[in-house]
T-cell receptor
Framework: GENVEQHPSTLSVQEGDSAVIKCTYS??????FPWYKQELGKRPQLIID?????GEKKDQRIAVTLNKTAKHFSLHITETQPEDSAVYFC??????????FGTGTSLTVIP | KAGVTQTPRYLIKTRGQQVTLSCSPI?????VSWYQQTPGQGLQFLFE???????NKGNFPGRFSGRQFSNSRSEMNVSTLELGDSALYLC?????????????FGSGTRLTVV
């Protein structure tokens, strides 16, 4: 089955700096790559996603890039704010309702 | 409109017991998926149900089972609980099988096995 690896497991940045989280996947048939943000005690929430026919997608301060050849995708957060502090999960899917998740990155934005 | 509702929110069970968790999807959503979240393993897929049928199953032992009712509500059952089953169990619903959009998680049921 699919194997998704995520790095780093923890990340601390100063407020206003950028944060980058990277994921790799193993199944070339995966074609959908969402990113979820989970605050302490809350449910995971979708923050951005990308389909395999697109190389990059941006939504305000958040962007995701996908390299299908290398089978990796990354989340970029610019101008980080304290409210960006959370655990971020990447995921890969080829069936639409079964997601394989990375092990998460705990992001801390230091004011 | 109401989100995905999971009950109960917290549960404490003794090793060897069984437990049933419930998930009510967003109104109109017909697909329900279940995940186990633990600190070491992250989120792991358990199974997916659509139209009362299990479509996909993850790599979990047979002690983990589920079902879906005609109103799309789903339950998962864990029999002969082990300490390692302590986790946050999340369900997610989406409008249809095989669709990426509208995939929404509930807040989870925190199961502690003692």
């Amino acid at each position: 089955g699919e194997n998704v690896e995520q790095h780093p497991s923890t990340l601390s940045v100063q407020e206003g700096d950028s944060a980058v989280i990277k994921c790799t996947y193993s199944d070339s048939a995966s074609n959908y790559f969402p990113w979820y943000k989970q605050e302490l005690g809350k449910r995971p929430q979708l923050i951005i996603d990308i389909r395999s026919n697109v190389g990059e997608k941006k939504d305000q301060r958040i962007a995701v890039t996908l390299n299908k050849t290398a089978k990796h995708f990354s989340l970029h957060i610019t101008e980080t704010q304290p409210e960006d502090s959370a655990v971020y999960f990447c995921a890969a899917s080829k069936t639409g309702n079964q997601f394989y998740f990375g092990t998460g990155t705990s992001l801390t934005v230091i004011p | 409109k109401a989100g995905v509702t999971q009950t109960p929110r917290y549960l404490i069970k003794t090793r060897g017991q069984q437990v049933t968790l419930s998930c009510s999807p967003i109104s109109g959503h017909r697909s329900v998926s279940w995940y186990q979240q633990t600190p070491g393993q992250g989120l792991q897929f358990l199974f997916e149900y659509f139209s009362e049928t299990q479509r996909n199953k993850g790599n979990f032992p047979g002690r983990f089972s589920g079902r879906q009712f005609s109103n799309s509500r789903s339950e998962m059952n864990v029999s002969t609980l082990e300490l390692g089953d302590s986790a946050l169990y999340l369900c997610a619903s989406s409008p249809n099988a095989g669709t990426y959009y509208g995939y929404t998680f509930g807040s989870g049921t925190r199961l502690t096995v003692v």
